[in-house]
């Protein structure tokens, strides 16, 4: 059932297992050569195979023999200890970083404690560390509310509140105790860094690293040079990434950086659509067929419709009418709604007591009286197919990724499609965001584009249908029957 039907090979496995005891030796290798032969030349191996590759390359990017030897970080301070400072001072801790972490208030740098100790606890019940690691992970973590101890560190992370003065501050601070050398990074997922590097010493040394929620879950780290930002800074940052087992991607300080500006449009599709009156249940159902990890409405709920929104309007600003969202997502705080943070948001989301088992743990249900955020004006009994769905999300995404390559906020297509899989979860089997528009083909996506931005509902909406104009790349890629990718 997890397969959804699109990865071959666990369903052959299976077959192969069930049929072994009743098949002669010789018989049952054959078919095992057969399958694995047959299951190596599918375009899923192919693509699972790519971003491998991709993701072993982009270790690369802070490795010890590029030149000049990207400097290494051994003790670094974090500065904000919530839900970001917090997962990434304990990452820190765990792979061998000696962390100073200071937040303002002790409960949370309590909690931060708290939450590093249980997760090192864990992993020695389970045996996948030894008790003197386990010690020292802990011992590698200090937290304090006090501004000192920070003069030895070779890198020092923000990640406190999303407020370009607060965060200018906090590295201004830093800064007057850090060598010229030491980095200085921020969590920032809205702002720009070269604005926050702004009238700081040495801004040269100021990078981007943005992690993604949750900090131990999530593979991807971007990387994010500003206009300073020195290659040397881009290097060692890199190499952090990759010292705490993340996969970096270099991007461009741009709003939304590359993938919350590519997830903006997928996100406001999905309330758009939901909006125009088309079944949540089907939106999310359609979503996970086409293989992400959750429906749109249940990432919405995760993020948080008031951090959602923030960003939408930080797109907003920076792109124009093509990234205009619907007011939706306002309506429902109205309502009070927040997501899962307030329990209620597309879904309602029952309390759960501490200490249940999530197994047992009662699950989340779509809320029931959700049609009154539905416009009437769209709302006319139109008939959503599934593809139709599809493409409103995924196109969406996939010519604002045109309009990004476009400016070089990513250094090529392979990068961006490892991005989308790491970053966002897209689908893996299709390779990525860009390799599942060669797969339809670019004469095809500008076609798909044309026919949704023609839509009497997309045409009436506010924003209109400036987000699905074909990026003049898709056009020229179109006209000359050329893919993103080289053939393979
Ligand atoms: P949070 O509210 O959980 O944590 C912020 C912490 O910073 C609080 O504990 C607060 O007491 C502390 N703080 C505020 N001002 C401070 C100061 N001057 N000195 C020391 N500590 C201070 O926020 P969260 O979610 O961890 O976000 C932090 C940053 O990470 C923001 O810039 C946010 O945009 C970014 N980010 C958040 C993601 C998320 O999903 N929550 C994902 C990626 C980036």
């Not at 881009?234 to 741009?254: C, M």
């Not at 159902?285 to 959750?294: D, L, R, S, T, V």
């Not at 939706?328 to 029952?350: I, S, T």
Request: hydrophobic share 45%; aromatic share 4%; with cysteine.
């Amino acid at each position: 059932a997890r397969t959804r039907g699109h990865y071959p090979a666990p369903i052959r496995a299976l077959k192969l297992t069930a049929s072994a005891p009743r098949t002669p030796l010789e018989r049952g290798l054959n078919a095992e050569a057969r399958a694995l032969g047959e299951l190596a030349a599918t375009d899923v191996c192919k693509n699972l195979v790519s971003i491998f590759h991709l993701s072993e390359e982009a270790k690369k990017l802070g490795r010890p023999d590029s030149e000049p030897e990207p400097a290494t970080v051994r003790r670094a301070g974090v500065i904000g200890g919530g839900v970001m400072g917090g997962g990434i001072a304990g990452l820190l801790a765990d792979k061998g970083v000696d962390v100073r972490l200071r937040d303002l208030s002790q409960a949370a740098l309590d909690d931060a404690v708290g939450e590093h100790r249980a997760r090192v606890g864990r992993r020695l019940r389970r045996r996948r560390i030894e008790p003197h690691e386990a010690r020292a992970r802990i011992d590698r973590l200090e937290a304090s509310t006090e501004a000192a101890g920070f003069a030895r560190c070779d890198l020092v992370l923000e990640a406190v509140a999303e407020k370009l003065e607060v965060k200018q501050a906090v590295f201004r601070e830093v800064a007057r105790v850090l060598g010229p050398e030491a980095i200085l990074a921020t969590n920032t997922s809205s702002l720009s860094v070269t604005a926050i590097a702004a009238g700081l010493p040495n801004p040269e040394r100021v990078v981007g690293m943005h992690f993604f929620n949750p900090v131990h879950a999530m593979p991807l780290v971007e990387i994010v040079r500003g206009e300073d930002t020195s290659d040397a800074v881009v290097a060692a940052t890199a190499r952090l990434a990759v010292k705490l087992g993340k996969t970096p991607v270099v991007v461009k300080d741009v709003a939304g950086f590359l993938v919350n500006r590519l997830l903006g449009p997928y996100l406001d599709e999905a309330v758009r659509l939901f909006e125009a009156g088309a079944d949540p249940r089907q939106l999310e159902a359609a979503a996970k067929q086409f293989g992400m990890p959750m429906g749109p409405l249940e990432l919405l709920d995760e993020v948080g419709f008031d951090i959602a929104s923030h960003a939408g309007a930080s797109l907003h600003a920076a792109y124009g009418e093509r990234a205009a969202t619907t007011g939706v997502l306002a309506r429902m705080m109205e309502d009070g709604r927040l997501g899962k943070k307030n329990r209620r948001g597309f879904y309602d989301h029952p309390e759960v007591p501490e200490g249940t088992d999530p197994k047992k743990a009662p699950k989340k249900t779509l809320s029931t009286d959700l049609s009154r955020f539905v416009e009437r004006d769209l709302a006319r009994g139109q008939d959503f197919a599934d593809q139709w769905i599809v493409d409103c999300l995924v196109l969406a995404m996939l010519n604002e990724a045109a309009h990004a390559l476009e400016e070089d906020v990513v250094s090529g297509p392979r990068e961006l499609d490892l991005a989308t899989v790491f970053g966002m979860g897209f689908p893996p089997f299709r390779g990525g965001l860009l390799r599942y528009a060669d797969t339809l083909g670019a004469g095809e996506v500008v076609a798909r584009l044309n026919r949704i931005a023609s839509a009497p509902d997309v045409l009436r909406r506010p924003g209109g249908a400036a987000r699905f104009a074909p990026a003049r790349s898709l056009v020229e890629l179109a006209e000359t029957n050329t893919p993103f990718h080289a053939p393979r």
